[in-house]
């Protein structure tokens, strides 16, 4: 009887593991969205406010959710103190700090360091034409993590499951 309700336990726990997996998967598209409409903003900003950045930053955050809403009153906060570091550096510090716990993928958060090279760097055009170019990779991610969500995320379950099984088999 015991045997029974261990196997039951390790059998739901394995399927329940594989179900976080492929949920996982829905929420990275989830904030890739939510990313999106960060950087939209952000352009909107830049464009037609012409508003600095620490202050961009900081009335955008107050409008997003956890972990970007965060992650620019951080950057906000950083660029107002005005110790000296560059941008670049308050910014990859940021994503490495506030960041580190979303769904997002090391890809994600690299293609994101990139575009804060080059924000507080160059001249609005150029700032415009990165942030555009970013938005395209923005782009074909959701699109790819979108395809791959149904897929992906029978397969986390499946294998949760057959896991589970073979863990059940191999202790029995």
Known sequence: MLKLAGACLIMVSAAGIGVSFGSDLKRRSQELRILKQLIYMLRGEIKYTKTPLPEAFYHISVRLP????????GVAEELGRADGRIFGDIWREQIKNSLSSSHLTRTDRNQMETLGEVLGY?????????????????EISIREAESSIGSKQKLYQSLGVAGGIFLVILLI
């Open 66 to 73: 956890r972990p970007f809403g965060p992650f620019l009153a």
């Open 122 to 138: 160059l001249d609005l055009e150029m700032q415009l034409s990165s942030i555009d170019l970013y938005l395209e990779q923005l």
